[in-house]
Structure formats: structure tokens, C-alpha cells
């Protein structure tokens, strides 16, 4: 089992409509949870964190956590083909007395016009 | 403020040789990171440079290492590459300084290393 899991895609959905992205993570020391975008041929780039149980909201962007259930997600409102780029879920925590960083391998989101 | 800016872009080295990869953090960021990002792994975490000392580390073996300077500046230097080191180096930096658990990460461009 990964680490850090998240679908693959690509997940197409029409320009205006809700995107919904999900990522799984096995340690349930884990602290903090990053949502990363990536668009083909450059770095990524923070689209938000979050550290505790609930949504955090931040413009058209809505970060869930329910650590119970060892998943995060990230959802996008009024979606945009600006927003299509692959999708990076971080997720931070402690190991052998260091810090670490564990990223999924990315979802590709396409808005379709 | 200027970007994470990362020398050279584009490496391409033979089996065997080492190569030094630069980073120059975001002016004011104390804290540089790297990672490794292939196609079949994903984006991995190498280690973590804090006021010149190494603060955290990934699972690579130690043929990966790296050092950072007062100025935050900081290279990574990979001896006796495999073909299997060929990949994107992406560095990045963070301003709070507390570390990559709670830490926003700036990445730069990255250098795209070929091992031929």
C-alpha cells in the first residue's frame, strides 16, 4: 500500500462544474496536508494546507480533512480550463525522529469548455 | 521578490560521473529543500537544509547528498550516477522556517538531469 494514494485520472469535468479530487494516506501520525497544482512542464505550485478535521475554504478552492477516515480531498468550484494541470496531495508527518514529506503521484484534472 | 532560481537547467552525464546541482532560495527563506521527481515515483523528498545543517531527511541512499552555505544558498551533489537518477530536480524553499511539516514549499523551476 502507498503511502499517500490518489486516482491517477484523467478526471474531465465541464467548465463550471464542480471538481472533486481525493487522496488517501496511511499514517495516522500524519500532521499536515498540502494540495499542490502542477501544469505540464513547470513546478508546483501551493494551492492550500490544511491541519485540522473539517474544510477550509480559500476562493473557488475547498480543502476537506477527516483524519478518522485517513483522507483528504480537494474541491473546485466553478471549474475553469485554467484549472486543468495534475493535482499533487502532500501529506507531512514524523519518522525515526525526522520530518517528512510524502506526495501522491498526482491526479490530472481536464475542464472541458 | 525573485524566485527559486536553480543552475543549470538542463544536465545530461554518463553513468558513473557526479554531478552538483544550485539552489538559491527566495531571499529572506532560511530553509531549502530537494526532491527527485520521475514519472513512475512521483515527486520524492531527498532532505531538508536549515541554517547549513541537514534537518531532515528521505529514504536515498548516500550517494545523495547536499550542503547548504550562510548565504542559504545550497547544491546537491550525486556521485557515481545511475541511469535511474535521471529525473527532475525540483529545490524549493520556505520562509517560516519550522520545518516541512508545517511549511508552505516554494519550488523552483528545477534542473532536468539525463544519465546517459
Known amino acids: 500500500q502507498k503511502e499517500v494514494e490518489q486516482n491517477s485520472g484523467p478526471l474531465s469535468v465541464p467548465e463550471g462544474a464542480i471538481a472533486s479530487l481525493n487522496c488517501t494516506y496511511s499514517?495516522?501520525?500524519?500532521?499536515?496536508f498540502f494540495w499542490y497544482r502542477q501544469y505540464s512542464g513547470k513546478s508546483p505550485e501551493l494551492i492550500m494546507f490544511?491541519?485540522?478535521?473539517g474544510d477550509k475554504e480559500d476562493g473557488r478552492f475547498t480543502a476537506q480533512l477527516n483524519k478518522a477516515s485517513q483522507y483528504v480531498s480537494l474541491l473546485i468550484r466553478d471549474s475553469q480550463p485554467s484549472d486543468s494541470a495534475t493535482y499533487l496531495c502532500?501529506?507531512?508527518?514524523?519518522?525515526?525522529?525526522?520530518?517528512?514529506?510524502?506526495f501522491g503521484t498526482g491526479t490530472k484534472l481536464q475542464v472541458i469548455p | 521578490k525573485a524566485g527559486v532560481t536553480q543552475t543549470p537547467r538542463y544536465l545530461i552525464k554518463t553513468r558513473g560521473q557526479q554531478v552538483t546541482l544550485s539552489c538559491s532560495p527566495i531571499?529572506?527563506?532560511?530553509?531549502v529543500s530537494w526532491y527527485q521527481q520521475t514519472p513512475g515515483q512521483g515527486l520524492q523528498f531527498l532532505f531538508e537544509?536549515?541554517?547549513?545543517?541537514?534537518?531532515n531527511k528521505g529514504n536515498f541512499p548516500g550517494r545523495f547528498s547536499g550542503r547548504q552555505f550562510s548565504n542559504s544558498r545550497s547544491e546537491m551533489n550525486v556521485s557515481t550516477l545511475e541511469l535511474g537518477d535521471s529525473a527532475l530536480y525540483l529545490c524549493?524553499?520556505?520562509?517560516?522556517?519550522?520545518?516541512?511539516?508545517?511549511?508552505?514549499?516554494?519550488f523552483g523551476p528545477g534542473t532536468r538531469l539525463t544519465v546517459l
Open positions: 524549493a524553499s520556505s520562509p517560516q522556517g519550522e520545518g516541512i511539516v508545517t511549511d508552505t514549499q516554494y
Open positions: 499514517d495516522r501520525g500524519s500532521q499536515s
Open positions: 490544511i491541519y485540522s478535521n
Open positions: 502532500a501529506v507531512t508527518g514524523y519518522s525515526g525522529g525526522y520530518q517528512k514529506v510524502t
Open positions: 531571499s529572506g527563506h532560511r530553509s
Open positions: 537544509y536549515f541554517s547549513e545543517t541537514q534537518r
